[in-house]
């Protein structure tokens, strides 16, 4: 069964310029998952969607993240414009469904640094 | 925000020894779970205990939960180099619907020495 799939692995960008990051899920998996993980600390929920509806984003700073799961599959996440602060590791994960005792399954993740 | 709260931050231990982390966390919650993270990759899910468990044992890893006292403990018996990760606990909450999300601790970075 092949994981989950993030690209690209690493990004440098200047602050003030747009990145996109790509995730494609588990195949059958409902829920997708964003988290921002900030160098030495946990990962933090940025937006969760089931099928392709929007379930949490509540901590997604939507003044310049965004973020879209097209017909419930891959999903992108946007900044723009980044700033500094966003040089982090952005992690995609799915599970099968968004219930409490689902285990989540986590790609790689993409390591952002805004100069 | 954060709703666990691993201890110690940081462990280093020999091989062949036991290695334990502790979560403390705030609100009451239905399940607790544990995963791993190596460095530069994704996290990897490790155990899945219920509230209305006690102690869970997977292989080398054995997990207790106390939710009168809201904390959780991880135990690696037998450490081997290879178990060098972060270590983090992840809480359930609702999140819109009958769907949950999971709120991660800051994590105990655990290096286990040859």
């Known amino acids: 069964e092949a994981g989950v799939a993030q690209s690209p692995r690493y990004k440098i960008i200047e602050k003030r310029q747009s990145v996109a990051f790509w995730c494609n899920p588990i195949?059958?998996?409902?829920?997708l998952y964003w988290y921002q993980q900030i160098l030495g600390q946990g990962p933090k929920l940025l937006i969760q969607f089931q099928n392709n509806g929007v379930v949490d984003d509540s901590q997604l700073p939507k003044d310049r993240f965004s973020a879209e799961r097209l017909k419930g599959v891959d999903s992108t996440l946007k900044i723009q414009p980044a700033k500094l602060e966003d040089s982090a590791v952005y992690l995609c994960?799915?599970?099968?469904?968004?219930?409490?005792?689902?285990?989540?399954?986590f790609g790689a993740g993409t390591r952002l640094s805004v100069l | 925000s954060q709703q666990g709260e691993e201890d110690p931050q940081a462990l280093s231990i020999q091989e062949g020894e036991n290695a334990t982390m502790n979560c403390s966390y705030k609100?009451?919650?239905?399940?607790l779970q544990w995963y791993r993270q190596n460095s530069g990759r994704g996290l990897v899910h490790l155990i899945l205990i219920r509230s209305n468990e006690r102690e869970k044992h997977s292989g080398r890893l054995r997990v207790t939960l106390d939710t009168s006292k809201k904390s959780s403990s991880l135990l690696i018996t037998a450490s081997r180099a290879a178990d060098t990760a972060s270590y983090f606990c992840a809480t359930d909450a609702e999140s819109g619907g009958s769907n949950y999300k999971l709120t991660f601790g800051k994590g105990t970075l655990l290096t286990v020495n040859p």
């Open positions: 609100t009451s919650i239905n399940n």
């Open positions: 994960a799915s599970s099968l469904e968004g219930k409490s005792k689902n285990i989540q399954y």
């Open positions: 195949s059958g998996h409902a829920t």
